[in-house]
């Protein structure tokens, strides 16, 4: 084995001492601005985190059983994965969509599709997340309106949108249209979230994403919560009140491998925002100030090699978020270096959960970390790093001016090739990758049978037979009309839907009217 002198950094390049023996600001409670410590005072003493289990997979069909199964298992919300073609905003039976349906998620292209997905799930009772978002407010509309068939009242709905198109131009990639009419859409969500579904987060501001892309922890944060600020000021310019619409935005980090640093970056976000939220837009209200977070751990530390290590990876992320003070939790399954996670997979990662939140204790205390040297260091060190990448983009003009300048994408490119050139160096070790090296183990892997699609394409064609084309073609038409001039969209949308006009069918109306993105190289 190589022999590399080590480095005493985190993953992001801080320095890290041999010994911290004081740190001298005070702290203040759980629950008190500004919310280093948690939003509640008695954090999981008095409510656990919600356990989601990100899941979606070929038809609606076999999505909603693999969905009963996990709530009988316990989980305790649901998070909608959709494939790429639906991200994507095309139809199954879309060209582009060849190879492609039902692979990375569920298969979704009409209103009948969404019915199917949560066919005998309460949607009064249950929280539903959705990631999702170039297309995110057709989804959300297809969504509302099965609440509607189910005979709830909006005003009960609970769960997530996720809806960030911003991070999608700085690390996913998954953009239909281009950034200043994707934000008027992300606008009119958040409009009408305030107004119709005040339980309802109309957006979920990810910095998982950034992180997967390869940036550090600082950068995760900073360029997440320059995101929200971004969000922020176009909902301000539409006209609505901070208070009238902050209380709903969250956000969703990424729980990955450096334990201590993971926790920090948490409680600084917290810190950031809530400061942000008083000083720059003074924000009056708590629930304005308090940062609320999903977290999913790292799916970028899963390996292929030695894949029930990732079982351990899992434990330690899953710790970090819920000593950081997650509200909800994610937990990747030990086989998705390779594929979509089978059912044994998916229900150990539940299981993790479930073992952290009721045998391990981390639940009996309010941040039982608090107060440590190191870890009061790193926070300080974490939230100082971050606002001086806020005050860089502030500088430029905010986050849109920023990222057609390729500013967050250059910076994350630099920290990747930074983080592989480790590991091949053998700098930082990967158990099972450049250290500990052994023969792999086989495990199952789930496979998405090539019949789903053919199932989406026929299901689309009937649906398309049967509806009222006339109607499809109206509502379509005043959606555009909606879209050239300044009216909310959602309106329109919901009635597009209603008509089953389809995700590609109301995609391409929006299309027609904003154009599609295509992004410029930055050298």
Known sequence: MKTVERQHTTISGVPIESLYESHDAPLEPAGEFPYTRGIHRDMYRGKLWTMRQFSGFATPEETNRRYHYLLEQGQTGLSVAFDLPTLMGYDADHAMSAGEVGKCGAS?????DM????RGIPLGEVTVSMTINSPASVLWAMYLAVAEQQGVDWQRLSGTLQNDILKEYIAQKEYIFPPRPSMRLVTDTIEFGARHTPRFNPISISGYHIREAGSTAVQELAFTLRDGLEYVDWALARGLAIDEFAPRLSFFFNAHSDFFEEIAKYRAARRIWA???RDRYGAQSDRSR?????AQTAGCSLT??????????TALQAMAAVLGGAQSLHTNSLDEAYALPGEHAVTIALRTQQVLAYESGLAEAVDPLGGSYFLESLTDQSEAAANDYIRRIDEMGGMIAAIEAGFPQTEIAAASYRYQREIEAEERAIVGVNRFQADDQPIELLQIDEASARRQEAKL?????????????RALDELKRAAEGTENTMPYLLDAVRAYATLGEVCDALRAVFGAYTETAHL
């Open 290 to 294: 308090k940062l609320r977070f999903h």
């Open 275 to 277: 400061t942000v939220m």
């Open 115 to 118: 019915e199917i997905l949560f």
């Open 461 to 473: 064609a009937a649906l398309r037979a049967r509806r009222d084309g006339g109607k499809v073609r």
């Open 108 to 112: 979704v292209s009409s209103l009948e």
């Open 304 to 313: 292929w090699q030695q894949p029930y290590n990732n079982v351990v990876r």
